[in-house]
């Protein structure tokens, strides 16, 4: 599957190089976070990756959930199920949890379905910010601190009627998605649906924590799109001439 160029098996354990994580980003979920670019001092595989991989090495179940526990950076060796029964987690030599999985329902192998899946998936999640977050975040009055961005990937969870198709399509559900305030703090639960042959066989939601909450300003945050989006555009110009 498309996803293993992205990841290196190392004995039992899978690591990622910095290289590998940001093109991930860039030029899969079309993520342009600084933590996943391959000079920033906090750099963190994208959460996007690690479950990715969880698909690719165990298989695609009718019922997953997936808590994220701890930032995985280039200096990581996992190790990753490959058979889940009821539930595991991502771990190092340690026994520390990265991210913990639980399923159930009947699991499917199928490369085809898993990289649809995947590559729909991924690519919502590339719309997460600025549009979706930004919506939210309008609608309800707050802004992130653009000095010091603090969106977490918190968990998230898929359900399908069926995994005995071949591939899967994403449509974000707005109605259902919503942004719950408390202070300085808020939650984000966004919803998509997935469809198969012009049916809706499933669902999922991304849970987000966003820290430092303010009042809204739109002129600082049309100022953060524009950076935001000059940025994406003036690394795929360079991917371009790279060519």
Known sequence: M??????????????FSRQQASDFAKNVADD?????DITAKRFCVPGDLLFSVILDKSGLNQEMSFTFSGMVTDANELYFPEDIQESASVIDDNDKAYLSVDVS?????????????????????????????????????????PARPMVMYESMKIHLDTVDVKEVTLKFNEKETELVVDGKRGKARL??????????IGYGEKHMVLSGLREYDQEIM???????????????????VNA
């Open 2 to 15: 498309f996803i293993r160029q992205f990841y290196q098996n190392k004995d039992a354990k899978v690591c």
């Open 32 to 36: 342009f976070n600084p933590l996943h």
């Open 105 to 145: 329902g009947k699991n499917s192998r199928c490369e085809t379905l898993t990289e649809s899946l995947v590559r729909s998936y991924v690519a919502f999640s590339g719309d997460t910010f600025p549009h979706i977050l930004g919506d939210l975040m309008r609608k309800n009055s707050v802004m992130i601190n």
């Open 191 to 200: 919803v998509f649906d997935f469809n198969s042959n012009g049916e809706t």
């Open 222 to 240: 049309d100022a953060v799109y524009q950076q935001y989006m000059a940025m994406k555009e003036a690394y795929h110009k360079q991917q371009v």
